[in-house]
């Protein structure tokens, strides 16, 4: 399943993070704000329980937040994306995958993985700005799931019908949040035309 933020401020913001002119600084600022979009859609299914709250002037019915969040940012490029999560839902928990894409092969690589046990049992938000072959976030999810993890949900700035397939057929129980679907991968494994390469855009490396 996914889930395309179609919002015009999104596709306002999407439309200059993805120019080729846009200079890291202001880069890293519209990942924050473009996932802070994508995020509060992402979160409106999170459980909730109703709860009283005494008011200074009487009693109201209201809701809160039931379930752990975790938020997962795939190192490096989904750092890009925890201050604008984190914004929304600043108790949440972080655990961390380290992966990267072998540039021979295409396949990710794990280089590191530490998660708060709370996965087990709340609520996972995997973040990456790219899933392009979907290799990486199945790599995550498959790491989360066998660390306990069963409710995760995927949070991107821009994929292609590739990635998401391969996402969906490996776990389809896992929803994918995103501002784009791209039409198609370059022989590279670029998503086109995307924004090139999120991780070297965000951090300004060559
Ligand atoms: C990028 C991106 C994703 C992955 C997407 O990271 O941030 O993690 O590639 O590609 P895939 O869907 O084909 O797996 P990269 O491997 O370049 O590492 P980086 O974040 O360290 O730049
Ligand atoms: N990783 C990126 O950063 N960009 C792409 O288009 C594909 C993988």
Redesign the pocket.
């Known amino acids: 399943m996914h889930k395309l933020i179609d919002h015009p401020c999104v596709q306002h913001k999407l439309a200059i993070i993805r120019d080729v002119e846009t200079g890291h600084k202001r880069f890293r600022e519209l990942a924050t704000e473009i996932t802070k979009f994508l995020c509060y859609e992402a979160l409106q299914n999170i459980p909730t329980k109703d709860i009283t709250v005494t008011t200074p002037v009487g009693e109201a019915k209201a809701r809160k937040i039931a379930t752990d969040l975790v938020v997962v940012p795939?190192?490096?490029?989904?750092v890009g994306m925890l201050d604008g999560i984190l914004e929304l839902v600043p108790t949440a928990r972080v655990g961390f995958v380290g992966?990267?894409?072998d540039e021979a092969t295409?396949q990710?690589m794990t280089y590191y993985e530490r998660f708060p046990p709370q996965i087990k049992g709340g609520t996972c938000f995997v973040v990456?700005?790219?899933?392009?072959?979907?290799?990486?976030?199945v790599a995550a999810l498959d790491l989360l799931k066998t660390n306990g993890a069963d409710n995760i949900v995927v949070i991107c700035i821009v994929t292609c019908p590739e990635?998401l397939a391969r996402v969906n057929e490996a776990h389809p129980d896992v929803a994918v949040y995103t501002a784009a679907i791209d039409e198609r991968l370059d022989e590279r494994?670029y998503i086109v035309p995307g924004l090139g390469?999120?991780?070297?855009r965000l951090f300004g490396t060559p």
């Open positions: 795939i190192l490096r490029a989904g992966l990267f894409r295409k990710p990456d700005p790219m899933v392009a072959t979907g290799g990486s976030t990635g494994k390469d999120a991780g070297d």
